[in-house]
């Protein structure tokens, strides 16, 4: 059963609750239906769910999550999607923000391994599908200036970090700001001397 998660003592009149508790509601269903979809366990995907209620009920933000735990936001909405695992250290500065998180949910986030994946589907959603458009139209025009760089080689999605952010334009518009920071990994020459193992061919 999924719960209004957001106390009608924040709001000033029931209207305001009543929306508030709505539109939280949705998000937390989308994300729940969402972490199925992508291939997690129906157990995850309960936890998830469970997670960000915790998270609606402190009425904290991803931004206060990464600040109280020193990660990146990015890496603390995915702790919560189940996209990451947790650290023990990361797990006590977790519960110091979200204190009515289950001692079960925070162990299982230290133990079990995350499912890195996503749903097609969740390319249909216009935030998520301008993202990867942005991406995918200056992806050539990045790789150029990766190669011109850096050399011949990729930018790791693992010793990576991400960062989403907001600024203001010059006309007072909010404008999103998300940064990759990704470790160069440049391709190697595959001398036979450097290849540790055994040949089929011997």
């Known amino acids: 059963s999924y719960r209004y998660i957001i106390s009608p ?3 000033k009149n029931r209207a305001m609750f009543a929306l508030a508790a709505q539109t939280t ?15 997690l366990s ?8 469970r997670v960000l209620a915790v998270k609606g009920e402190a009425g904290v933000s991803f931004d206060d ?29 977790l519960a110091s923000i979200l204190p009515g998180i289950a001692p079960d949910d925070l ?3 230290q133990t079990e391994f ?3 994946s996503f749903d097609d589907e969740i390319l249909k959603e216009p935030n998520v599908y301008r993202t990867y458009e942005a991406v995918t139209h200056y992806g050539e025009a990045m790789k150029a200036i990766i ?15 991400c960062d989403v952010g907001t ?26 001397e450097d290849n540790t193992a055994k040949s089929p061919r011997e």
Do not use: W
């Not at 129906?42 to 769910?49: D, G, H, L, N």
């Open 65 to 93: 999550i990464a600040t109280t735990m020193g990660v990146t936001n990015t890496y603390a909405a995915q702790l919560c999607l189940g996209q990451a695992k947790l650290t023990a250290g990361g797990a006590k500065n």
């Open 42 to 49: 129906i157990q995850t995907a309960a936890r998830v769910e």
């Open 167 to 192: 600024t203001t334009g010059k006309q007072g518009e909010k404008r999103v700001v998300i940064t990759f920071n990704g470790k160069f990994l440049p391709f190697l020459e595959q001398k036979a």
């Open 114 to 116: 995350p499912m890195r």
């Open 147 to 161: 190669n011109e760089q850096c050399g011949d080689g990729i930018m790791s999605a693992i010793d990576f970090y």
């Open 25 to 39: 509601f949705k998000k937390v269903v989308f994300f729940s239906i969402m972490a199925t979809a992508r291939g």
């Open 107 to 109: 162990t299982s986030m």
């Open 9 to 11: 003592s924040t709001h």
